[in-house]
């Protein structure tokens, strides 16, 4: 969908080159997928000599708890250590609940410092050669994982006296270093171009938008006239989906619900700072979608087309579900007097949980890129997320950081983090994702009104209502 937004913007989004490479004696980490076991944990953060250092606490050779210091200090990398990439994901995530990451990137430059001096000036050097490419490695972890740290100016100097200390005088490491701030730099410029395409796309559909009048079923085409098969429909909202999916971070998870923090007197820890907002416009785009359906509903003056278009949707939501799309589905229903069987919210969404299981197991062992689809309903996992935020302190009566709370929250994180990455199989249509991203959709006052014009009222109550939402619309004109 960035092309496409591009397109009908007239503006150029680069492309989304290949991350880093680096070279072989460079420390390599797997992917997202496997990242934790099922009970939350990572698989490989052991006790050793190296994570023996005082103020980290273990239960059953799992980090469990530990104070901040000891571990900023487990995050760096030295000669003959480097942090495993569970860690380093869950601690990146969680540890702005604590400190900006400008202050972050400043205690891992000093550390890095430490572990490099020797009184040898020779000596010296060798380490930090040694060390060079285990930094360089951390470093594009986090460009790669929470690229958005980097719109702060000050966690982007950090970046850039730490690679400038460890890439001076050494061709490899400098040649490392560009290609990862390469990688960031792309990945940022997407981000605000990204955000701009879409502020012009919501001012293009606020410009479309029609005052109602008295019969609001003229205003607009309908989606039956630009797109009357339900696979097709579905297969351009699983684009939209995946397009904004893809510009979420993960830290956006923590913004959502970390507005003040013990360290900020106060004041909000994401206030001093330019923030991604892409969770937001996500869920701006099912409150979207859940209007658009209604309307269409709501349009048709006669009662036979109205429940073809009904009819049209249901089948249209059923084809999400097949393709693992299930915030769309979701979006599609909502508004319904009936819950389609899969989304029954009954014991805690039982059933889509269940489905939601099914769609990530085909997912892991898909031979095709349509099977890696999986699109949660996203209110739903922002709701799990908040209460285990909620259900767990942060801090244990010791003072020290309930590392615990952080592996599940990381775990849940994680899989968002497979799904995003998927690419969309399905060919583009224009059209089609030109009218579902502008075309204007009715207010819920007008949507009440709508009704009232398509059914009538039925008693003096729906009669006042009626007679009053006519009224207020009508005065906006």
Not at 27 to 40: K, L, S, V, W
Request: aromatic share 12%; net charge neutral.
């Amino acid at each position: 969908m960035a092309k496409f937004l591009a397109e009908l913007l007239g503006c150029t989004l680069p492309d989304k080159g290949p991350g880093p490479g680096f070279e072989e004696n460079m420390p390599q980490t797997p992917p997202f997928a496997g990242m934790f076991d099922p009970a939350g944990y990572n698989n490989n953060v052991y006790q050793s000599k190296e994570e023996n250092y005082g103020g980290l606490y273990y239960h059953e050779n799992n980090l469990v708890s530990g104070s901040l210091e000891a571990l900023i200090h487990h995050l760096v990398p030295s000669v003959d250590y480097y942090p495993d990439r569970t860690y380093i994901f869950t601690f990146l995530l969680s540890s702005r609940l604590f400190l900006h990451p400008y202050e972050l990137i400043s205690k891992v430059y000093h550390l890095c410092v430490e572990h490099q001096r020797l009184s040898d000036h020779h000596a010296e050097k060798l380490r930090m050669r040694k060390m060079a490419p285990k930094v360089v490695q951390l470093l594009t972890e986090w460009t790669e994982t929470f690229p958005y740290d980097f719109r702060d100016e000050r966690t982007m100097r950090g970046l850039k006296e730490l690679t400038h200390r460890i890439a001076s005088g050494d061709e490899l490491f400098r040649k490392a270093v560009h290609q990862m701030m390469q990688g960031l730099i792309r990945k940022l410029t997407a981000l605000n171009q990204y955000e701009e395409a879409l502020a012009k796309i919501n001012a293009s559909a606020a410009d479309r938008l029609t005052v109602l009048k008295a019969k609001p079923q003229s205003i607009q085409r309908d989606i039956l006239t630009i797109c009357n098969d339900p696979f097709t429909l579905a297969q351009q909202l699983t684009h939209i989906e995946l397009e904004r999916l893809s510009y979420i971070g993960p830290e956006e998870f923590v913004q959502a619900f970390v507005q003040k923090g013990p360290l900020d007197n106060n004041k909000s820890r994401f206030s001093d700072r330019k923030k991604a907002s892409n969770l937001e416009a996500y869920v701006e785009w099912f409150n979207r979608l859940s209007y658009l359906v209604a309307s269409e509903i709501c349009m048709p003056v006669k009662k036979k087309q109205r429940a073809r278009v009904i009819e049209f949707f249901i089948d249209v939501a059923r084809e999400c579900f097949n393709i693992g799309n299930f915030n769309s589905l979701m979006a599609i229903i909502c508004k319904y007097d009936f819950q389609q069987h899969q989304m029954d919210p009954s014991s805690n969404f039982y059933n889509y949980r269940t489905a939601l299981r099914g769609a990530t197991q085909r997912s892991i062992t898909a031979h095709t890129s349509r099977e890696k689809i999986v699109i949660p309903f996203f209110s739903l996992l922002i709701k799990d997320i908040y209460f285990l935020n909620e259900g767990c302190a942060n801090l244990l009566p010791n003072g020290h950081v309930n590392f615990e709370k952080f592996w599940e929250l990381a775990k849940q994180v994680s899989e968002f983090m497979t799904w995003k990455q998927v690419e969309c199989p399905f060919e583009r249509d224009r059209k089609i994702l030109q009218y579902l991203l502008t075309t204007p959709v009715f207010s819920e006052d007008a949507l009440y009104l709508a009704s009232y014009e398509s059914e009538g009222p039925e008693n003096n109550m729906e009669k006042d209502s009626w007679k009053s939402l006519r009224s207020t619309l009508l005065s906006r004109v």
